[in-house]
């Protein structure tokens, strides 16, 4: 997985929103793919 300006602008919208949001953010990828370390770089 990329470090891709989208996806890290759409978590900063999502985690702004005021209020509980009523849907969840996925990452989607192959095993081995980034998709936790993405999030660990990203928090």
């Known amino acids: 997985m990329t470090t891709d300006p989208a996806a890290r602008a759409y ?9 509980n949001p ?3 953010v996925m990452l989607e990828g192959p095993w081995g793919s ?3 370390f993405f999030i660990e770089q990203y928090f």
Do not use: H, N, T, V
């Not at 978590?11 to 209020?19: E, N, Q």
């Open 22 to 24: 009523d849907f969840a």
């Open 11 to 19: 978590l900063d919208y999502y985690l702004d929103r005021p209020g």
């Open 34 to 36: 980034g998709k936790s």
